[in-house]
């Protein structure tokens, strides 16, 4: 009698598909890392011109080729990572201040106040982005400054909308009628009851807004209205290749790659951040 033995049981392998939420945060990481440290190791100069190498195709030695000017277009991606990051940081930074600072105020005054700047914020929120940026570079002039204050003014009515519709609902609960009650002053009523409790959706909406801010800024800078040329800053390095697409694709095209790369990648994170605050399953 022969015993049967049991056959080993195949086992199955599976890729996994990466994380939307992963890739998207490896791809901020490595932007913020060529942002903040890569340019001085890596990088050569970004200005750097070679009248011998115009236009040529990326290679070993140009990994994304050369400008109309003999520059290195990689060199150039990389350095534009630090202007392109710096102006989205800086105009998310304005927003996100006077958003805070106009909400709680709309939320905590007199209703004929309250009243007149949510009106305030419901036209300038009706206005396209890019639009009111181009009136205040209209007024203030061009320029890397007047770019971070433009798209900061612009994106400010989004912040301020959502903080006041969050004071208007802290002032409402419990703890913050008992401090009343208590006889707690407005300023520690502010700062210690009001502020802290309505601050949570402002992480996910400075991060979606930082993905808007270097979009804005890039399609500024590609209508000359943001930091000038030789600046390596993405937007600007679009405009500089638009005119040899023909014959030089990678001029533009890798710039603009970067900017997609980017900007998709800070609004994944910031959908994501969004669901783990509303409790919903990325």
Do not use: C, K
């Not at 208007?168 to 009650?181: E, F, G, I, K, N």
């Not at 802290?196 to 399609?219: C, F, Q, T």
């Not at 800078?221 to 943001?226: P, Q, T, V």
């Amino acid at each position: 009698m022969t015993l049967a033995l049991p056959r080993p049981v195949a086992r199955r392998f599976t890729l996994r598909r990466p994380r939307p939420g992963l890739t998207a945060a490896g791809l901020v990481l490595l932007v913020t890392l060529a942002a903040a440290a890569w340019p001085s190791l890596f990088a050569g100069d970004p200005l750097a011109a070679d009248p011998l190498r115009v236009l040529e195709a990326p290679s070993a030695a140009h990994w994304f080729g050369t400008d109309q000017l003999g520059r290195d277009v990689f060199d150039r991606v990389v350095h534009g990572a630090r202007h392109s990051l710096s102006i989205g940081v800086a105009a998310t930074v304005i927003a996100v201040g006077a958003g805070i600072l106009l909400g709680v105020v709309a939320g905590l005054v007199h209703r004929v106040a309250d009243e007149a700047l949510s009106r305030g914020f419901d036209a300038l929120a009706a206005f396209p982005l890019v639009l009111l940026a181009l009136l205040f570079i209209a007024i203030a002039g061009t320029g890397t400054t007047s770019l971070i204050v433009a798209i900061g003014i612009a994106t400010t009515p989004h912040h301020a909308r959502v903080v006041r519709a969050q004071t208007l609902v802290v002032r409402q609960a419990p703890y913050v009628t008992h401090a009343v009650a208590f006889g707690a002053s407005r300023p520690r009523l502010v700062l210690r009851h009001v502020l802290p409790n309505v601050l949570g959706p402002i992480p996910v909406l400075a991060m979606i807004g930082l993905g808007e801010a270097v979009l804005i800024a890039a399609g500024l800078s590609f209508l000359g209205l943001g930091p000038q040329p030789p600046s390596p800053e993405w937007g600007a390095m679009l405009s500089e290749g638009r005119g040899y697409l023909h014959i030089a694709w990678w001029a533009s095209l890798l710039p603009g790659a970067a900017v997609t790369a980017t900007v998709i990648s800070l609004t994944v994170i910031g959908r994501h951040v969004q669901h783990r605050f509303e409790g919903r399953p990325s």
